[in-house]
């Protein structure tokens, strides 16, 4: 019913429209009003746009969305449009024409109105005096995908043990002085929040429970400095710091099976009541050099530098009751008390520097290098107790330490050459290296560490070809062989290509493909993986006559990806192979029609959509079509209309599928 009352509305709009359009005969007009034309006709021209005090466009209206056939939850993960008044959009000059404050400040808004990524931006000017900027994001993150952690959905219950509703905002404050000076001195800060609820796994020997979950978190970063700017160089000093805080709470007041459905040792765990809680602080002072130069006109260098320090602090809390096992002393619990505190420092330098040097017209030489340093020396203090089945009591106090050193290098060189007017040709090598000390797993900190290495050779090469101003192409290669890697599933044997060309086939129609492919192995006993992505696409976009009454755009992409690796089941330390395949067909294709001008303005209806098709370890199909309406009402205000129609299926999780319509009416006013 909602559905059908949306289209007789958007139907009501339409027609208003064509009968806004329709121009009935006009009587004859009194000789005073047809003077009184005569003199508005000789009156001098409206200011334009660059003399307008304000200009630009307001877009609001309201979207209404069906009732979601399938499951809420899966169409929030994915899409999460709401219904309700919307600011669509707003994209607003404003100037001061005696330049007093500023010489103009545009408002940029996008999404406002409970949508799931609103965004802003505002930014004032004054020539010569300053510049300042606000950026603003409020994204909402949901997932409540059942398929994901979920261990319980062979019995029938579908609930994601790592969901989460959050929102997080972000704002971004500068001011420059004296923009386009020698010196500029500046100041910005930086707020990123977020917080809201969720679900996760309270995790102990046998068993885990799923519980609620509290999030809040927050990060302060202040920053100034001053950038100096001449002709052949610019040095950047920034002085910085940031504040961090993460609080969290776990909570669960009633009775709890958890995911476990045998008994160990012939008895039933379960929790009753848990309230387990941490809370992270963090500071940081950082300290920042950038600079360039160009001291000959054949040579060209840049570099930075960056060191910090980072602190952070946790404390933690837990109480939990019910009845627990006990591992390390094959005993049964019922209560549970925790307290921890601990304390890290990560001193952190990173650096790179690169120049290009022009010895010949044709040639070019490319050098960069960079470096990226940092341990992390940790201690924690942990006093446990447990109150046993039977009567009686178990404490223990442990204090640790720990330590993690990570290094990475990298050094470059490009050589390029003209080798026609059209064609330049590229090579290079890359070198990456590196060494890490961490603590191993499944031993104690008391039992060392365990080194690693990373060492790669990458040999690069390209080649871009300017046939004609119409026909350009250009393919790009690397291959490495590594004889180390840090992660499992990082490059080590790679092969990495890509090839890309367009064409302008007339004035109107252009054509561009595009093809890329990464092959990794990894052959190391006891990893043996195997990954391999491709992907071909082609788009095409079609504007006769400049676009005055039709537009044409599509794109087509055909992609695969395979992996296959051996892993470690956490529960039982057995390896067991992991194999996941993905074919899949993505589409994308619009038109737009442009009528002639009513109002000032010209309708304009666009028609098309997009979808994902895949096969293999999760097939799954993603359908969006669209129509969006354009008609002018009167002198700068339009009206639009626009239908969505959302679909997802997924073969082998059948209870994720989803499917609604939205529609969504409004106006747009340009000034």
Avoid at 502 to 518: E, W
Wanted: aromatic share 14%.
């Amino acid at each position: 019913m909602r559905l059908l009352t949306s289209l007789l509305i958007c139907l009501a709009l339409a027609v208003s429209a064509a009968g806004q359009a329709e121009k009935p005969k006009e009587a004859p007009k009194p000789a005073a009003q047809a003077k009184e034309e005569k003199k508005a006709e000789a009156a001098p021209a409206p200011a334009s746009d660059a003399e307008k005090t304000i200009s630009g466009t307001i877009d609001v209206g309201y979207r209404w969305v069906s009732d979601v056939s399938g499951n809420y939850n899966a169409y929030r993960s994915v899409v999460n449009l709401g219904e309700g008044p919307k600011l669509m959009g707003v994209d607003l000059t404003l100037r001061d024409p005696s330049k007093k404050y500023f010489d103009h400040a545009d408002v940029l808004l996008n999404s406002w109105g409970g949508e799931p990524n609103s965004t802003g931006r505002v930014w004032v000017r004054k020539q010569k005096v300053y510049d300042f900027s606000w950026d603003y994001r409020d994204m909402a993150l949901f997932n409540y995908l059942p398929s994901y952690a979920d261990p319980t959905i062979n019995r029938g219950l579908y609930l994601n043990q790592r969901s989460f509703d959050t929102r997080r905002k972000m704002h971004d404050f500068q001011l420059d002085l004296f923009p386009g000076s020698a010196v500029i001195p500046y100041f910005a800060y930086t707020r990123d929040s977020g917080g809201g609820k969720g679900v996760t796994d309270f995790v102990t020997d046998g068993n885990e429970y799923p519980v609620y979950n509290s999030l809040h978190d927050k990060t302060d970063h202040y920053r100034g400095g001053v950038r100096l700017q001449a002709t052949k160089y610019h040095l950047t000093l920034e002085q910085g710091g940031t504040t961090f805080k993460d609080d969290q709470q776990m909570y669960n007041y009633q009775r709890n099976p958890g995911n476990r459905t045998t008994p160990i040792l012939g008895q039933t765990v379960y929790l009753d009541r848990l309230v387990q809680a941490y809370g992270v602080r963090g500071d940081s002072i950082y300290s920042k050099v950038l600079g360039a130069a160009s001291p000959a006109s054949w040579l060209e260098m840049y570099g930075q530098f960056l060191y910090s320090i980072p602190n952070s602090t946790v404390n933690y809390t837990q109480n939990n009751t019910g009845n627990f096992f006990l591992a390390s002393a094959a005993r049964f619990f019922t209560g549970q008390q925790d307290a921890l505190t601990s304390q890290a420092k990560q001193p952190h330098t990173s650096a790179s520097f690169g120049a290009e040097i022009r010895p010949f017209r044709r040639l070019r030489i490319r050098e960069t290098w960079m470096t990226d340093r940092f341990h992390n020396a940790s201690s924690a203090y942990l006093a446990e107790q447990f109150l046993l089945v039977g009567g009686g009591q178990a404490t223990q106090a442990l204090t640790s330490s720990d330590r993690l050193v990570m290094n990475y290098n990298q050094q470059q060189v490009d050589v390029l050459f003209d080798l026609t007017k059209r064609i330049t040709l590229r090579g290079g090598h890359r070198y990456v290296w590196g060494n890490s000390k961490v603590r191993p797993q499944y031993v104690s900190a008391y039992q060392g560490y365990e080194p690693g290495e990373l060492r790669r050779n990458v040999g690069l090469a390209g080649l871009n070809m300017r046939f004609s101003q119409r026909l350009t192409a250009n393919v790009d290669y690397e291959g490495a062989v590594g004889d180390k890697t840090y992660f499992r599933t990082g490059l080590q044997d790679y092969q990495k290509g890509r090839a890309r060309a367009q064409y302008q086939l007339t004035g109107s129609l252009l054509l561009a493909a595009n093809f890329s492919i990464l092959d990794n192995q990894n052959p190391s006993p006891g990893v043996q993986y195997s990954f391999r992505s491709r992907s071909n696409s082609a788009s095409v976009f079609w504007s006769p006559k400049g676009g005055k009454r039709i537009t044409v755009s599509g794109e087509y992409d055909r992609s695969t990806l395979r992996s296959d690796i051996n892993y470690l089941v956490p529960n039982t330390l057995a390896w067991e192979r992991s194999l996941y395949r993905d074919n899949a067909h993505t589409a994308t294709a619009m038109v737009d029609f442009l009528f002639p001008a009513i109002q000032n303005a010209s309708p304009h209806l666009t028609l098309g959509g997009s979808f994902f098709t895949s096969s293999g370890s999760r097939p799954t199909s993603y359908y969006q079509p669209m129509m969006r309406f354009w008609m002018p009402f009167v002198n700068h205000v339009q009206g639009y209309a626009e239908w969505r129609w959302y679909s997802m299926s997924e073969a082998f999780y059948m209870y994720e599928g989803f499917r609604a319509h939205q529609i969504v009416g409004g106006l747009r006013f340009t000034m």
